[in-house]
Each structure stands twice: as structure tokens, then as C-alpha cells.
């Protein structure tokens, strides 16, 4: 193999890992396992559509947005699993399977599945998110299950 694919190898390689820590300091922030600052993980005109309930454009939103979570989902925690992602130079793209057991504001359990299909943009040798699209298979009361009750709201 030529050395030079062998290094650019070794670069996707280094960016795959490097999104993946993206992807899981993300869900540490949001569920309140670590102390960063949400916004510093996008970039500045970055977009999450979490369609039909929101849709997000730029830092400033993204922040204000976790900030007020705490008032209407207490409790969460995410998992992120089997990550299909494709580095392209200084951009790629990802898709994420989502698994959410999760307390409302009103103290009441539900489970949330889906996927999120997100963009990333590597920014002075850093990768950052771009955009972040929600999709949901179910969101649906803990009591019920997603079998009686697919959507709760």
C-alpha cells in the first residue's frame, strides 16, 4: 500500500473516532452527565430539526433550547448506537440509532426510539455538528409501551 493512502487512511480513521466522541460528549451534555457548554459543540449556523415539535438554527437557539430542558424533561438518558458515518474530507455525515427512556415535566416515564441523521464540518481541525434531523419511531408512555401506543404527544 502507498504511504499516502495508507495516511489518509489513518486520517479517516482519526476523524471517525473523533466524531463518535462528538456524538457521545453530546448526549453526556444533554443528559446532564457533563458540564460543557452545548453550543460549542456546532457550529455557528448549525440546524437541529426535531420536527414537528422544533426546529433549531444557530448557537444562540441550540443553547437556549437545552437550557430549558430541564423544565419539561427532567430526566434522560441517551443512547446512541450503531453509527453508519462517512467522512468526506472536511465534512461528513452520520446516522445514529436513538434509544431514550426519559421523565416528562409532569413526572410521567416514556420511551423514545429513532434515528438522527446528522452532518458534521471539521472547523480549524476540529469537528463540530451541523445539523442534527430527528426522526422518531415512537415516543410513547412507559406504562403503555409502544405496542398499545405509539405517540404520546
Not at 473523533?18 to 440546524?47: C, H, M, P, S, W
Not at 420536527?51 to 438518558?77: H, M, N, V, W, Y
Request: aromatic share 14%.
Amino acid at each position: 500500500m502507498p504511504f499516502e493512502e495508507l495516511k489518509r487512511q489513518i486520517q479517516v480513521l482519526g476523524d471517525l473516532e473523533a466524531i463518535r466522541q462528538l456524538k457521545a460528549r453530546y448526549a453526556q451534555v444533554v443528559d446532564g452527565f457533563l458540564n460543557q457548554d452545548i453550543e460549542k459543540l456546532f457550529t455557528e449556523d448549525a440546524v437541529l430539526d426535531f420536527t414537528p415539535r422544533d426546529i433549531l438554527k444557530g448557537r444562540q437557539a441550540i443553547k437556549e433550547f437545552f437550557r430549558k430542558i430541564p423544565e419539561f424533561q427532567p430526566f434522560s438518558i441517551h443512547y446512541f448506537v450503531l453509527p453508519d458515518i462517512k467522512v468526506e474530507g472536511e465534512k461528513a455525515q452520520g446516522r445514529w440509532y436513538m434509544w431514550l427512556p426519559a421523565t416528562k415535566g409532569d413526572g410521567s416515564a416514556i420511551w423514545v426510539a429513532g434515528y438522527e441523521d446528522d452532518m458534521y464540518v471539521k472547523v480549524d481541525g476540529e469537528w463540530l455538528i451541523s445539523e442534527v434531523k430527528l426522526t422518531r419511531c415512537f415516543r410513547t408512555p412507559y406504562e403503555e409501551g409502544w405496542h398499545k401506543k405509539r405517540f404520546a404527544d
